[in-house]
């Protein structure tokens, strides 16, 4: 055999061991990110029955608020988990932060469901909420290094789908669970312990990119040559830096980062100030016209979630077809068009479910760019750290918006305003900070 043949044989080879360390990765993210949509869904679905079981006479009279608090808490433990899930990855691997974020949710989840009291609650749901926010950033820079370029994208859309599909799968859990009774609540966050099994599975199928474990072998060699009181190249020398001092101190990718924490900011904002009166609305609606208010209002939340998933798939392969940019203006666009549509022209609920549908499917949907584009901004040694600050520090705003959603009804003056007025204006802001966020990356290799 010539050399030439024994070089393309070891090259498929050496594809093909990609390829399935690829697909192991993503099925493994998938699963864990599926539970993540389950377990934040289901705050969404039983947060009502939790309290009204836990609350006191004096909790039950402003019962709204203190449901808001629930989330809001979630978020809050999401936003700080993740960032700081974002260095660990940095430092201890992808695989092995991807394992502790799984075990850490599934083990808060489950104690979730032996809350003795609203506070216990509330501090659970924080906890809990740590561990939900820690597997993106571990999880997406993962994929972003193990899949090539020209599919990055799509596997991206995929891994992000399974929010969307962990969300229907709790909907659907729950109708199952509330012949229960008041106690149904507690089954379901029950159910999330069985991510624990995945860890399993990360175990045995899924390891680091090389891309990362060259990173690690350099950090290590100029850790000793230092320790040694030998010389370190500059490009090493950065490498025993923090991973947010290495990337957050370079001036270009700090202005970088702070453009799309804003861009971030504000898809999250216009989707938690619509997200929860586009079924409320859709209610209205049907109680207009003798129907049962809140089985339509379930309907459309459900319609709303499971439109997320076509979403985010479409989106990965618009990205990889179209680039990164015209794709997510496409969805900022369709996302702001869409919300006047709905609450100025639509009055019908039959109608409002297909309006929904078609909500879902862009204002979820956008959210897939940022696992495809974020991870090809930032070089391998602050990937992750990078796109967790700025993906889950956008959680921030969003548990504020939770907990002022009812104050900016009131000052509006109606939930057809509000969330018009709020949604519309988030989504133009996001088309025009498109142009500035970074370069196109469409089929270019992740930076070093």
Do not use: C
């Amino acid at each position: 055999m010539s050399d030439l043949e024994s070089g393309i044989r070891d090259r498929a080879v050496t594809l093909r061991r990609i390829d399935k360390a690829s697909r192991r990765a993503l099925v493994a993210s998938w699963l864990g990110w599926t539970f993540d949509g389950f377990e934040t869904y289901a705050l969404v679905l039983a947060g009502s029955a939790a309290v009204t079981s836990l609350g006191t006479s004096g909790q039950l009279e402003r019962l709204p608020a203190y449901v808001g608090a629930l989330v809001a808490a979630t978020l809050l433990g999401w936003a700080l988990g993740g960032i700081a899930a974002g260095f660990a990855a940095d430092y201890l691997g992808r695989r092995r932060t991807l394992m502790i974020s799984i075990l850490w949710y599934a083990l808060f989840t489950s104690l979730t469901a032996f809350a003795p009291g609203y506070w216990w609650l509330l501090a659970l749901r924080f906890v809990t909420g740590m561990g939900l926010g820690a597997e993106w950033g571990s999880a997406t820079a993962l994929i972003g290094e193990l899949w090539p370029d020209r599919s990055r994208g799509r596997a991206a859309a995929v891994l992000q789908s399974g929010f969307g599909v962990g969300a229907v799968l709790a909907a659907l859990a729950w109708f199952l669970l509330q012949p229960a009774g008041n106690q149904a609540w507690r089954y379901l966050f029950l159910i999330g312990a069985l991510p624990a099994l995945i860890v399993l599975y990360v175990r045995r199928a899924v390891h680091d990119p090389e891309m990362w474990t060259e990173i690690r072998e350099r950090r290590r060699n100029a850790k000793a040559t230092a320790a040694g009181g030998g010389q370190v190249s500059p490009a090493d020398r950065e490498l025993l830096r923090s991973p947010f001092t290495a990337v957050f101190s370079q001036p270009h990718l700090r202005r970088r980062a702070l453009r799309l924490l804003l861009i971030t900011v504000v898809s999250v904002i216009g989707l938690y100030s619509v997200s929860a009166w586009i079924p409320q609305y859709t209610g209205q609606l049907a109680k207009n016209a003798g129907l049962p208010a809140g089985e339509w209002a379930a309907n459309a939340g459900l319609v709303f979630n499971a439109a997320s998933v076509p979403g985010y798939l479409l989106l990965g392969y618009l990205a990889d077809k179209w680039g990164r940019k015209p794709t997510m203006l496409v969805y900022y666009a369709g996302s702001a068009l869409i919300l006047p549509i709905f609450f100025f022209a639509v009055s019908t609920p039959g109608v409002a479910l297909a309006a929904a549908g078609v909500a879902g499917f862009f204002i979820l949907g956008q959210f897939a760019w940022m696992p495809i584009y974020l991870p090809e901004l930032f070089p391998t040694a602050g990937r992750a750290t990078a796109i967790s600050t700025v993906f889950n520090s956008a959680r921030i705003a969003g548990s504020l918006v939770t907990l002022t959603a009812g104050l900016l009804i009131s000052l509006l003056g109606s939930i057809s305003a509000a969330a018009t007025t709020i949604g519309v204006t988030s989504y133009a802001i996001a088309l025009g900070l498109i142009w500035f966020v970074g370069p196109e990356t469409k089929g270019q290799p992740l930076p070093r």
